[in-house]
């Protein structure tokens, strides 16, 4: 059963993922920042390959946005650590939903049960943790990161 996809105004729930280099990501301890938790269904595939690039090429702009982008999916530790090698991502966290399988994505309404992995979605946690924007793009597509970065310089 599909849960209710998190809404603009909604409270976020903390949680805590382990990243490809066995960093804890907690998203509380980024309050008084924004937090960019972009879903993506699984590693190895290419548009889920070009969601993360695209992150990792606008890091910069990101952090003169007050904002901290993550990857997030059902995929392994070991698995994502080759993939963000193998991809050149260095300093954006790919955060793994590993176990319990897919957690974080089901509290946020986005798991794909009759697939076992998430939508490939864009959630803007606010500097209040609060839910300040959140888009389902279609699996088979690349979300235009321009629309996030309008959408934190306040263009949107």
Known sequence: MQSVIVQPGDPV????????NDKTFDLYEQAKKRTLLSFHPLAWTEFCAAQMKSLEDNLDEFGRLNCVPVGISVDSRPCKL????????TRTPLLCDFWPHGAVAERYGLFREE????????????????????????????P????????LQGTA
Do not use: T
């Not at 080759?82 to 991502?89: N, P, V």
């Not at 959630?123 to 088979?140: G, S």
């Not at 235009?144 to 959408?151: N, W």
């Open 13 to 20: 729930r903390n949680f805590s993922l382990k990243d490809q």
């Open 82 to 89: 080759a993939w963000a090698k193998s991809l050149g991502i």
């Open 115 to 142: 697939n076992g992995f998430s939508e490939r979605a864009n959630v803007i946690v606010d500097e209040q943790q609060k839910v300040a924007f959140v888009k389902v793009y279609p699996v088979h597509s690349v």
């Open 144 to 151: 235009d990161i321009k629309e996030i970065l309008r959408f």
